[in-house]
């Protein structure tokens, strides 16, 4: 599909010339040509154009709304097309010519579409000359912004043109006039989309003015954890778990918990300063034999209260009565249970 710049253009050697004109703008008016109906082949001031009929190109121009569209300068842009078609003809793929502005677009135009004759075979011809002029059309509208192409078809003395126009936002131009910029970005600064309005709109994963803050995982604490990329929950120095909501105890602490990080809060029956202090030796030892009695004295002491017939510290050592003789006269001694008892010789 031949495309036509603001510029003016020439085709030479079979390449179109665009000359240096304005820098490309905010937004740009695009004119779409489809058929033109020249049924006799004459030109403009009712001659014929020539034995093999009116080799027909097209100049626009574009300029501010008027009243009454004069000639003069096409402050809005002007184009030239090649030679497109003889006589009458419909133009197959779309001859689109695209006006880029600028500066903000006013709402409001005129536009002048003349049909020139080409004495060669494919090259636009003169445009001051005005014996080569087969018709002009000239109108003055209204015109939003949008994507929507806007109908026309325009009757000269013996011509017809059939075309269409519309005016869109230049690539990353948004708003009423065009005025609005929003470029999708994806980097360092930003990661974001445009709406249609051309407000920001974070991708996936991404929150903030400018979408550069991540999102991290789904529960993460946010006193305790951060993240560098979506989804992520990196936990902060003494912070531990999937979600960063679990303390580190202290590295020294032995039987302890915590509730911020390098606490040593002990658990019951431990006590010190790193919870290594048993203070229920007892229950967590069963130190005490033979049926005896513990009884925690503290910082991992304890006592041990023995039965009948058992002695040390641990009550693990059977009282032997006997060992101190305690018989006399020649009497044995014999161990029981309850103490001892001695069996005296006859006669005493």
């Given at each position: 599909?031949?495309?036509?710049?603001?510029?003016?253009?020439?085709?030479?050697?079979?390449?179109?010339?665009?000359?240096?004109?304005l820098?490309?703008?905010?937004?740009?008016?695009?004119?779409?040509?489809?058929?033109?109906?020249?049924?006799?082949?004459?030109?403009?001031?009712?001659?014929?154009?020539?034995?093999?009929?009116?080799?027909?190109?097209?100049?626009?121009?574009?300029?501010?709304?008027?009243?009454?569209?004069?000639?003069?300068?096409?402050i809005?842009?002007?184009?030239?097309?090649?030679?497109?078609?003889?006589?009458?003809?419909?133009?197959?793929?779309?001859?689109?010519?695209?006006?880029?502005?600028?500066?903000?677009?006013?709402?409001?135009?005129?536009?002048?579409?003349?049909?020139?004759?080409?004495?060669?075979?494919?090259?636009?011809?003169?445009?001051?000359?005005?014996?080569?002029?087969?018709?002009?059309?000239?109108?003055?509208?209204?015109?939003?912004?949008?994507?929507?192409?806007?109908?026309?078809?325009?009757?000269?003395?013996?011509?017809?043109?059939r075309?269409?126009?519309?005016?869109?936002?230049?690539?990353?131009?948004?708003?009423?006039?065009?005025?609005?910029?929003?470029?999708?970005?994806?980097?360092?600064?930003?990661?974001?989309t445009?709406?249609?309005?051309?407000?920001?709109?974070?991708?996936?994963?991404?929150?903030?003015?400018?979408?550069?803050?991540?999102?991290?995982?789904?529960?993460?604490?946010?006193?305790?954890?951060?993240?560098?990329?979506?989804?992520?929950?990196?936990?902060?120095k003494?912070?531990?778990?999937?979600?960063?909501?679990?303390?580190?105890?202290?590295?020294?602490?032995?039987?302890?918990?915590?509730?911020?990080?390098?606490?040593?809060?002990c658990?019951?029956?431990?006590?010190?300063?790193?919870?290594?202090?048993?203070?229920?030796?007892?229950?967590?030892?069963?130190?005490?034999?033979?049926?005896?009695?513990?009884?925690?004295?503290?910082?991992?002491?304890?006592?041990?209260?023995?039965?009948?017939?058992?002695?040390g510290?641990?009550?693990?050592?059977?009282?032997?009565?006997?060992?101190?003789?305690?018989?006399?006269?020649?009497?044995?001694?014999?161990?029981?249970?309850?103490?001892?008892?001695?069996?005296?010789?006859?006669?005493?």
């Open positions: 599909m031949p495309v036509f710049c603001q510029q003016q253009s020439k085709r030479v050697a079979g390449k179109f010339h665009n000359e240096p004109g820098v490309l703008g905010s937004g740009v008016f695009e004119l779409d040509l489809h058929h033109f109906q020249n049924t006799n082949g004459l030109l403009a001031n009712g001659l014929s154009c020539s034995m093999t009929g009116c080799r027909t190109y097209f100049r626009v121009c574009l300029k501010n709304f008027q009243t009454v569209v004069s000639p003069g300068k096409c809005f842009g002007k184009a030239t097309t090649p030679v497109l078609g003889t006589d009458s003809f419909s133009i197959k793929q779309d001859a689109r010519l695209r006006l880029p502005l600028n500066f903000t677009w006013p709402g409001a135009f005129s536009l002048v579409i003349e049909a020139w004759y080409s004495p060669a075979a494919d090259l636009s011809g003169d445009t001051t000359n005005p014996d080569f002029l087969i018709s002009s059309f000239a109108i003055q509208r209204q015109l939003g912004i949008g994507h929507e192409w806007s109908q026309l078809v325009q009757n000269g003395t013996q011509t017809e043109l075309y269409s126009y519309r005016f869109i936002c230049k690539d990353n131009y948004y708003g009423d006039t065009c005025s609005k910029i929003c470029a999708p970005r994806d980097d360092h600064f930003g990661h974001y445009c709406k249609s309005n051309g407000q920001i709109a974070c991708l996936p994963g991404w929150k903030g003015e400018y979408c550069q803050e991540p999102i991290c995982l789904e529960g993460c604490n946010e006193r305790n954890g951060n993240c560098t990329l979506p989804g992520e929950c990196i936990c902060r003494g912070w531990q778990g999937l979600f960063c909501d679990v303390c580190k105890i202290h590295p020294s602490c032995k039987h302890g918990t915590c509730t911020e990080p390098w606490q040593c809060i658990k019951e029956g431990w006590g010190g300063i790193y919870c290594d202090q048993d203070l229920n030796y007892c229950t967590h030892n069963k130190p005490c034999t033979n049926g005896a009695t513990c009884m925690n004295t503290g910082e991992g002491s304890y006592t041990c209260t023995c039965l009948p017939g058992f002695t510290v641990n009550c693990d050592l059977e009282v032997r009565e006997c060992d101190s003789q305690p018989c006399r006269n020649g009497g044995r001694c014999m161990d029981s249970e309850n103490g001892y008892r001695c069996v005296c010789p006859a006669g005493i």
